[in-house]
T-cell receptor, first 117, second 109 residues
Framework: GAVVSQHPSRVICKSGTSVKIECRSLDFQATTMFWYRQFPKQSLMLMATSNEGSKATYEQGVEKDKFLINHASLTLSTLTVTSAHPEDSSFYIC?????????????FGAGTRLSVL | AQRVTQPEKLLSVFKGAPVELKCNYS??????LFWYVQYSRQRLQLLLR??SRESIKGFTADLNKGETSFHLKKPFAQEEDSAMYYCALRYNQGGKLIFGQGTELSVKP
C-alpha cells in the first residue's frame, strides 16, 4: 500500500515560535493532501485540503494565516503553525488521496504531536 | 450538513462475544462510507469501505440507506481487535472525509 511519511513525529516548542511539519507521499505523486487535527480520544477534524501548485482550501473556522500550508511538489506538503501558543498543542495528521479516484482511499501519516510550552 | 455519529465512546466486550460498533450519518445524496481503525501507537488505516462489500479481519459493514447507518460487526471479537474505530463519510469528488467521534473497542480476555 501507499506509504506516507510525516516528520517530525514529536515536537516541543516555546510559545511564539513557528513549527513546520512535513508530509511526504513516498509511493505515488499526490496532487491532493489533507491535514487533520486530533485531540486525545477524539475525532479527526479536517483543517485544510492541500492542492499541489495552488492555494490550500481551509475548512470553516481554521485560520489560514495561523496554519500555513505549502504544497510545492507532488510528493511534499508542509504545515507551518505560526506563532504557536499552548492551545495549538495537538496531534496533527496528514493524509494522501490514492491516485486511483475510483478507490477514494486516503492513506494516513503517523502524525505529529505538537506540545507548545 | 453532512455528519457522522458514533454514539458509543467506549465499547467493552469479552473475547468471543459478538461486537457491533454503531455509525449513523446524515447526507442527502449518495455517500461513500468507510471504517478506519487505529491500533495503539499506530497510524490510522482503512479497515473497509461499503462499496467493496468485503470482510476484513472478520469485520463486515452494510450500508443501510433507509436507516442511514453503516454499523460495523464481527461475530466473535478477538483481543487484537482492541483499538479506536472511526466511521467516515466521503461526500464529494474532492475526497474530503468527515469522521465520526470514534469508538474505543476493548476486548477483554
Amino acid at each position: 500500500g501507499a506509504v506516507v511519511s510525516q516528520h517530525p513525529s514529536r515536537v516541543i516548542c516555546k510559545s511564539g515560535t513557528s513549527v513546520k511539519i512535513e508530509c511526504r507521499s513516498l509511493d505515488f505523486q499526490a496532487t491532493t493532501m489533507f491535514w487533520y487535527r486530533q485531540f486525545p480520544k477524539q475525532s479527526l477534524m479536517l483543517m485544510a485540503t492541500s492542492n499541489e501548485g495552488s492555494k490550500a482550501t481551509y475548512e470553516q473556522g481554521v485560520e489560514k494565516d495561523k496554519f500555513l500550508i505549502n504544497h510545492a511538489s507532488l510528493t511534499l506538503s508542509t504545515l507551518t503553525v505560526t506563532s504557536a501558543h499552548p492551545e495549538d498543542s495537538s496531534f496533527y495528521i496528514c493524509s494522501v488521496g490514492a491516485p486511483d479516484r475510483a478507490k477514494n482511499i486516503q492513506y494516513f501519516g503517523a502524525g505529529t504531536r505538537l506540545s507548545v510550552l | 450538513a453532512q455528519r457522522v455519529t458514533q454514539p458509543e465512546k467506549l465499547l467493552s466486550v469479552f473475547k468471543g462475544a459478538p461486537v457491533e460498533l454503531k455509525c449513523n450519518y446524515s447526507y442527502s445524496g449518495s455517500p461513500e462510507l468507510f471504517w478506519y481503525v487505529q491500533y495503539s501507537r499506530q497510524r490510522l488505516q482503512l479497515l473497509l469501505r461499503h462499496i467493496s462489500r468485503e470482510s476484513i479481519k472478520g469485520f463486515t459493514a452494510d450500508l443501510n440507506k433507509g436507516e442511514t447507518s453503516f454499523h460495523l460487526k464481527k461475530p466473535f471479537a478477538q483481543e487484537e481487535d482492541s483499538a479506536m474505530y472511526y466511521c467516515a463519510l466521503r461526500y464529494n469528488q474532492g475526497g474530503k472525509l468527515i469522521f465520526g467521534q470514534g469508538t474505543e473497542l476493548s476486548v477483554k480476555p
